[in-house]
DNA sequence: GTCGTGGGATTGTTGAACAATACTTCAATC
DNA sequence: GATTGAAGTATTGTTCAACAATCCCACGAC
C-alpha cells in the first residue's frame, strides 16, 4: 500500500444493508413475519409446509429454513413431526415481555443524558407518527407508532444486541394482541402517555420520564392480564 | 370428563423437557454450538458444507438447518454465497456485549430481593464450582463456572427470554477470550470479585453487590477492550 | 503491478424419494 | 354410548442428486 491509497482507508465502512441481497429463504422468512405480525397469520394456525411451499413457489427446504429463523423469534413454534405453527402466547408469556421491557426500556431512559441526540430526536418522532395516525384513525399505523416509540426507547442504550432483542420483544407483544383479538383503537389513550414520556425525557429529566413509563407499564400490563385472564375463563378462541 | 377424572386436572403439566426428543438438526447444531464455545471451531473458520455432512454423515439441507440456528445466535456468520464463518467478534462487540450485559446483570442484582431464594442459592454455588475448578488449575471448568455465576445473576430477574438471551451473551463473550487467544487462567482473581458479589447478595444488601458488579464490569471490558486494540494493531491472527 | 478472463470449487435451490411419526377413521368391545 | 384398538392416510424428517448462481484463484495481456 502506498501513500496514495490512505484516502481509501477513511472511506466509510461497507454497510451491511448494502452489502449482499437476501436469500430465497430470508424473504420467505420477511414475508412469513409481517404477515404474523399484521395477524394475517393468527396464532395457534399450523403451517403447511406442501401448500405454503406451492402458494410461495419455493421448495420444501428453503420454507424449512425460513421457519428455523422465525421459531428462534419466537414467532412460530416448531413440534416434532406435528408442524409449526402461530405462536399462542400465554399469559406467562405476557409477563415476562414485560418483565423483559422493563428491563430494556427503564434503564435506556433512566441513562437518556448519554445517549445520542439523535436517538432522542427519534422517540419524538414515533410520538408525531402516532398521534399522526390516530387522528386518521388508522388503528393499524397507530400500532406500528407505538411500537416505534418503545423500540426507539430502548435505543437510547445504543446497543446493536439490545436493539434487536426489543425488536423481537415488541413483535411478539403485538401477537399477544392478536390472540386476544384485541382491537388496536383500545390503545389511543396510550399516546397521551408516549407524549409526557418524550416531553420529561427531551427536557432533560430523564428520572421523571423513566418513572412515567414505569406506570405506562404497569398499566399497561394490568390491562392485558386482565383481558387475557378474563379470555382464558371465558369463550375465547381456542384450538 | 366425569367427576372421577378430577385427579388428572391436577396433575403437573408435561414438561417440555421430556416432550419430543430433538431433531437431528438440533443435535448437529448443539454439537457445533459446543465446539465454537469451547475453541475446537477457531473464529473466523470457515465451516464447510460438503465437509461437515460428510464428517457427520448429516446430508446438506439438515447441515444448513443447524447453520441458520447458529447464526441466528451470532455465534456463526452467514455470508451469502460465500458460506459460514465462525463469528470474529470486533472490538466494537465486546464492548456491546458488556453494555448489554450491565442492562441484564445490574438490574436484576439490585431488585435481587424479589428474587427466589432458590435462584440466590444458584449463585452461591456457582461460586463454589469457579473456586474449585480453580484450586484443581482447571481453567475450562473455571470458565464454564463463571459463565454459570453470570447467568444466574441474571436469572434473579426470573425471566425466561432475558435468560435466553443472557446465554447467548455469554457464549459470544466466550468467543472473544479466543479470538484474542487468551488463556482462561488470566480470569482467576475476578474469582474473589464473584465471592464478595454473593456475598452481600446473601447478606441482603443487593445495591451494595451491584456496586461490586459494576466494578467488575467496568474492570473486565477495561481489560478485554485493551487486550483486543493491542492485539489489533500489534501481529494478531487476522484472516 | 494492474486489469480482464477464464476454469474450478462452493453455495443456493429445487424436486423427488423414502422413513418415521402423527392423525383419522372405523369397527369391536365393554 | 363411550372407550379401546387397529387399520389406513397424511404430514413431517431426512436424504440424495442435480443444476444454476456466485465466488475464488490462477493465468496471461497490457
Same mark, same amino acid.
Given at each position: 500500500?502506498? %501513500?496514495?491509497?490512505?484516502?481509501?482507508?477513511?472511506?466509510?465502512?461497507?454497510?451491511?444493508?448494502?452489502?449482499?441481497?437476501?436469500?430465497?429463504?430470508?424473504?420467505?422468512?420477511?414475508?412469513?413475519?409481517? &404477515?404474523?405480525?399484521?395477524?394475517?397469520?393468527?396464532?395457534?394456525?399450523?403451517?403447511? #409446509?406442501?401448500?405454503?411451499? !406451492?402458494?410461495?413457489?419455493?421448495?420444501?427446504?428453503?420454507?424449512?429454513?425460513?421457519?428455523?429463523?422465525?421459531?428462534? =423469534?419466537?414467532?412460530?413454534?416448531?413440534?416434532?413431526?406435528?408442524?409449526? &405453527?402461530?405462536?399462542?402466547?400465554?399469559?406467562?408469556?405476557?409477563?415476562?415481555?414485560?418483565?423483559?421491557?422493563?428491563?430494556? =426500556?427503564?434503564?435506556?431512559? !433512566? !441513562? /437518556?443524558?448519554? /445517549?445520542?441526540?439523535?436517538?432522542?430526536?427519534?422517540?419524538?418522532?414515533?410520538?408525531?407518527?402516532? #398521534?399522526? %395516525?390516530?387522528?386518521?384513525?388508522?388503528?393499524?399505523?397507530?400500532?406500528?407508532?407505538?411500537?416505534?416509540?418503545?423500540?426507539?426507547?430502548?435505543?437510547?442504550?445504543?446497543?446493536?444486541?439490545?436493539?434487536?432483542?426489543?425488536?423481537?420483544?415488541?413483535?411478539?407483544?403485538?401477537?399477544? &394482541?392478536?390472540?386476544?383479538?384485541?382491537? =388496536?383503537?383500545?390503545?389511543?389513550?396510550?399516546?397521551?402517555?408516549?407524549?409526557?414520556?418524550?416531553? %420529561?425525557?427531551?427536557?432533560?429529566?430523564?428520572?421523571? %420520564?423513566?418513572?412515567?413509563?414505569?406506570?405506562?407499564?404497569?398499566?399497561?400490563?394490568?390491562?392485558?392480564?386482565?383481558? &387475557?385472564?378474563?379470555?382464558?375463563?371465558?369463550?375465547?378462541?381456542?384450538?
Amino acid at each position: 500500500m502506498t %501513500a496514495t491509497d490512505d484516502h481509501i482507508d477513511r472511506l466509510p465502512e461497507a454497510d451491511d444493508a448494502l452489502a449482499p441481497v437476501s436469500s430465497q429463504a430470508e424473504r420467505v422468512a420477511d414475508m412469513l413475519r409481517s &404477515f404474523v405480525i399484521n395477524g394475517s397469520l393468527a396464532p395457534g394456525v399450523r403451517l403447511s #409446509e406442501e401448500r405454503l411451499s !406451492r402458494k410461495y413457489e419455493v421448495s420444501r427446504n428453503t420454507l424449512r429454513e425460513a421457519f428455523r429463523l422465525l421459531s428462534r =423469534e419466537r414467532l412460530l413454534v416448531h413440534q416434532l413431526h406435528r408442524g409449526v &405453527f402461530v405462536s399462542r402466547p400465554t399469559c406467562a408469556d405476557v409477563r415476562d415481555l414485560f418483565s423483559v421491557r422493563r428491563h430494556l =426500556e427503564l434503564p435506556a431512559v !433512566r !441513562r /437518556a443524558d448519554r /445517549a445520542d441526540t439523535e436517538a432522542v430526536r427519534a422517540v419524538g418522532a414515533a410520538v408525531d407518527e402516532g #398521534e399522526a %395516525a390516530r387522528d386518521h384513525a388508522d388503528w393499524w399505523a397507530m400500532g406500528t407508532a407505538n411500537m416505534r416509540f418503545h423500540q426507539a426507547l430502548a435505543a437510547l442504550a445504543g446497543s446493536a444486541r439490545l436493539n434487536e432483542f426489543m425488536n423481537q420483544v415488541l413483535a411478539e407483544t403485538r401477537l399477544v &394482541f392478536h390472540v386476544m383479538n384485541d382491537p =388496536e383503537e383500545y390503545h389511543a389513550p396510550y399516546l397521551d402517555w408516549n407524549r409526557r414520556i418524550h416531553t %420529561a425525557l427531551a427536557a432533560g429529566h430523564p428520572d421523571l %420520564a423513566a418513572d412515567e413509563l414505569a406506570a405506562y407499564l404497569d398499566a399497561s400490563e394490568t390491562q392485558l392480564v386482565t383481558a &387475557f385472564t378474563a379470555m382464558e375463563n371465558g369463550p375465547g378462541p381456542r384450538s
